[in-house]
């Protein structure tokens, strides 16, 4: 009876959770989404504790007081541009939790099968917490961003991963539910565990930092598909549709990742892109083809502006690093009042982590419907007087559509080359994460304003108030 | 064995259908919601250290508790934090 009744809570836990999902189809009803699935959870956890009876163990809560307050803490005090790293290292933890309950099982296992489910979700689950805690470094900027190779790179990454199967095997063909130190199934386990850290640290370490959207997406769906392996182990079906729920959530995004960059998921994952970038000394100094790129002023930037009849904003991962995602908005605020309609252009890839522009920029309480998808607005750029370009680089790089011989050819783009005006605001020439020059600088229509991103749209705002 | 595969499988092709639908503007929450549900863990870890007697089960389900606890309650909160930014533009006349 009590099994049953536990039964049904999961049940009715994993009818909120799609639900809660389902309304994070609009952002008008997202909230009351997301607070669905946390009540789903919480139903979850308390009639494991009640119908279980599992409340005395002084460690249920302890474990339940620390783990509540250090994730209050880390919720609340987060700043918006931090979101990045801090969604890197909740993968992280999930996938740790995944690992270890079903290591917890290993002495309890009986027969091969049982063992295999179990190092299997051990696999996902560490490969899953290395590999987000190093993309949480190179996110807040602990370790270099850069992508980072070395020779026999791909051989090291076969060894360990032909290593990590061995153990599997070994943990398998070892008799069952024996604890001792040296037991086959403890010991494989642990010497699996050791190469299922490696091999997300391996993972993870050469790609740079332009293709973290597609590393974070790709974390979030293994901390799903990390849980529903330990749903396999547990025979708990909560956990498996959860977890392969979440596992197609972030394979979804993975995939519209690759999709905005034009490559596959395999070459993502070799990482070393654009790091020799071959820089001629002539696109050093600032030309392309004998072209040189034509500098402006912030006042006649602001005369443009303020004259225009439809600006449209294109926000990159430079607008988050001078967080001047507020600034962008008074500027707005500033041009709406004169008449000039805003709209801003997101392309899929801006930023470091799927959706990363639409936080910051909501963040600075930009309304969501001033901001429009690529497929949406690339059509609206003809009809833009000036087009606005902060941080952003390669994603409105023509070249992507007529260069062949370009590393980003076929990756869609932002139409800004064909706006009557655009203004790059940037802090110097130099490329951008593919390491090619950018014809869009160099276009006739085309002027720079160079400077920190944060201080040129400062000066703009002082600009915009004097016309 | 079979059954969860079944159960598994479904639930991935619902996940595809509901997901499909979330707008690019909404990625981030979903990526931080849908973390919070994968710690759903949290109650495979409750049971580890509440039921089983071995010291090897209850430490490293102490673990994963404090680990999968960290992983709902932040994502769950921050998700909610992120959520109630977004905004609706004034009607326009």
Same mark, same amino acid.
């Given at each position: 009876?009590?099994?049953?009744?536990? &039964?049904?809570?999961?049940?009715?836990?994993a009818?909120?959770?799609?639900?809660?999902?389902?309304?994070?189809?609009?952002?008008?009803t997202?909230?009351?989404?997301?607070?669905?699935a946390?009540?789903?959870?919480?139903?979850?956890?308390?009639?494991?504790?009640?119908?279980?009876?599992?409340?005395?163990?002084?460690?249920?809560?302890v474990?339940l007081?620390?783990?509540?307050?250090?994730?209050?803490?880390?919720?609340?005090?987060?700043?918006?541009?931090a979101?990045p790293?801090?969604?890197?290292?909740?993968?992280?933890?999930?996938?740790l939790?995944?690992?270890?309950?079903?290591?917890?099982?290993?002495?309890? *296992?009986?027969?091969?099968?049982?063992?295999?489910?179990i190092?299997?979700?051990?696999?996902?689950?560490?490969?899953?917490?290395?590999?987000?805690?190093?993309?949480?470094?190179?996110l807040s900027?602990?370790?270099?961003?850069?992508?980072?190779?070395?020779?026999?790179?791909?051989?090291?990454?076969?060894?360990?991963?032909?290593?990590?199967?061995?153990?599997?095997?070994?943990?398998?063909?070892g008799?069952?539910?024996v604890?001792?130190?040296?037991?086959?199934?403890?010991?494989?386990?642990?010497?699996?565990?050791?190469?299922?850290?490696?091999l997300?640290?391996?993972?993870?370490l050469?790609?740079?930092?332009?293709d973290m959207?597609?590393?974070v997406?790709?974390?979030?769906?293994?901390?799903?598909?990390?849980?529903?392996?330990?749903?396999?182990v547990?025979?708990?079906?909560?956990?498996?549709?959860?977890?392969?729920?979440?596992?197609a959530?972030?394979?979804i995004?993975?995939?519209?990742?690759?999709?905005?960059?034009?490559?596959?998921?395999?070459?993502?994952?070799?990482?070393?892109?654009?790091?020799?970038? &071959?820089?001629?000394?002539?696109s050093?100094?600032?030309?392309?083809?004998?072209?040189? *790129?034509?500098?402006?002023?912030?006042? &006649?930037?602001a005369?443009?502006?303020?004259?225009a009849?439809?600006?449209i904003?294109?926000?990159?991962y430079?607008?988050?690093?001078a967080?001047?995602?507020?600034?962008?908005?008074?500027?707005a605020?500033?041009?709406?009042?004169?008449?000039?309609?805003?709209?801003?252009?997101?392309?899929?890839?801006?930023?470091?982590?799927?959706?990363?522009?639409?936080?910051?920029?909501?963040e600075?309480?930009?309304?969501?419907?001033?901001?429009?998808?690529?497929?949406e607005?690339?059509?609206?750029?003809?009809?833009?007087d000036v087009?606005?370009?902060?941080?952003?680089n390669?994603?409105?790089?023509p070249?992507?559509?007529?260069?062949?011989?370009?590393?980003?050819y076929g990756?869609?783009?932002?139409?800004?080359?064909?706006?009557?005006?655009?203004?790059?605001?940037?802090?110097?020439?130099r490329?951008?994460?593919?390491?090619?020059?950018?014809e869009?600088?160099?276009?006739?229509?085309?002027?720079?304003?160079?400077?920190?991103?944060k201080?040129?749209?400062?000066?703009?705002?002082?600009?915009?108030?004097e016309? | 064995?079979i059954?969860?595969?079944?159960?598994?499988?479904?639930?991935?092709?619902?996940?595809?259908?509901?997901?499909?639908?979330v707008?690019?503007t909404l990625?981030?929450?979903?990526?931080?919601?849908?973390?919070?549900?994968?710690?759903i863990?949290?109650?495979?870890a409750?049971?580890?250290?509440?039921?089983?007697?071995?010291?090897?089960?209850?430490?490293?389900?102490?673990?994963?508790?404090?680990a999968?606890?960290i992983?709902?309650v932040?994502?769950?909160?921050?998700? &909610?934090?992120?959520?109630?930014?977004?905004?609706r533009?004034?009607?326009?006349?």
């Amino acid at each position: 009876m009590t099994i049953e009744l536990i &039964d049904l809570a999961y049940l009715v836990a994993a009818a909120l959770f799609i639900v809660g999902l389902k309304r994070l189809q609009s952002p008008a009803t997202a909230r009351g989404g997301n607070q669905l699935a946390a009540l789903g959870m919480l139903l979850a956890v308390v009639a494991t504790l009640f119908l279980r009876e599992i409340l005395s163990p002084v460690e249920v809560i302890v474990g339940l007081g620390i783990g509540g307050l250090v994730g209050l803490l880390l919720a609340r005090r987060v700043r918006m541009t931090a979101m990045p790293e801090l969604v890197a290292a909740f993968n992280g933890f999930g996938g740790l939790a995944s690992a270890l309950v079903a290591a917890a099982e290993v002495v309890r *296992a009986t027969g091969w099968s049982a063992t295999l489910t179990i190092t299997i979700s051990v696999l996902i689950g560490m490969v899953t917490f290395s590999g987000s805690f190093v993309a949480f470094g190179k996110l807040s900027g602990r370790i270099s961003g850069n992508p980072l190779s070395y020779p026999g790179q791909r051989v090291v990454m076969g060894l360990v991963t032909a290593g990590a199967i061995a153990a599997m095997v070994w943990a398998m063909a070892g008799p069952a539910a024996v604890f001792a130190p040296l037991a086959p199934s403890l010991f494989g386990v642990l010497v699996l565990t050791g190469l299922a850290l490696l091999l997300g640290i391996l993972f993870v370490l050469p790609i740079g930092g332009a293709d973290m959207p597609v590393v974070v997406a790709l974390l979030n769906s293994l901390s799903g598909l990390a849980a529903a392996a330990t749903g396999f182990v547990l025979g708990n079906t909560a956990l498996i549709v959860s977890g392969a729920l979440v596992g197609a959530s972030g394979l979804i995004l993975t995939n519209i990742m690759c999709v905005a960059m034009n490559r596959s998921l395999l070459n993502v994952l070799m990482g070393g892109f654009g790091q020799e970038s &071959d820089i001629s000394a002539s696109s050093v100094a600032g030309a392309l083809d004998g072209r040189t *790129a034509t500098a402006t002023t912030a006042d &006649d930037t602001a005369i443009l502006l303020a004259y225009a009849q439809k600006v449209i904003i294109v926000p990159g991962y430079g607008l988050a690093v001078a967080q001047a995602q507020h600034q962008v908005r008074e500027l707005a605020d500033l041009l709406q009042e004169l008449g000039v309609e805003v709209k801003y252009a997101i392309h899929p890839v801006a930023g470091r982590m799927p959706g990363h522009m639409n936080v910051l920029l909501a963040e600075a309480n930009v309304p969501y419907d001033q901001l429009f998808e690529m497929d949406e607005i690339n059509h609206e750029f003809e009809t833009a007087d000036v087009t606005l370009v902060i941080g952003a680089n390669d994603v409105v790089n023509p070249a992507a559509r007529h260069d062949q011989a370009s590393p980003i050819y076929g990756m869609p783009i932002l139409n800004v080359d064909q706006s009557r005006a655009a203004v790059v605001l940037k802090r110097s020439m130099r490329p951008g994460y593919a390491g090619v020059q950018n014809e869009l600088f160099f276009a006739s229509r085309t002027r720079m304003l160079f400077g920190d991103a944060k201080d040129s749209v400062t000066a703009l705002i002082g600009e915009v108030k004097e016309v | 064995m079979i059954q969860y595969l079944t159960y598994f499988v479904l639930s991935m092709f619902v996940g595809r259908e509901v997901i499909s639908k979330v707008p690019q503007t909404l990625h981030t929450p979903l990526m931080s919601g849908s973390n919070a549900i994968s710690g759903i863990t949290i109650v495979g870890a409750l049971v580890a250290v509440g039921m089983t007697e071995g010291p090897w089960a209850r430490y490293l389900g102490l673990v994963a508790l404090i680990a999968a606890t960290i992983n709902v309650v932040g994502g769950f909160l921050v998700t &909610d934090r992120m959520l109630q930014m977004f905004k609706r533009g004034p009607v326009k006349r």
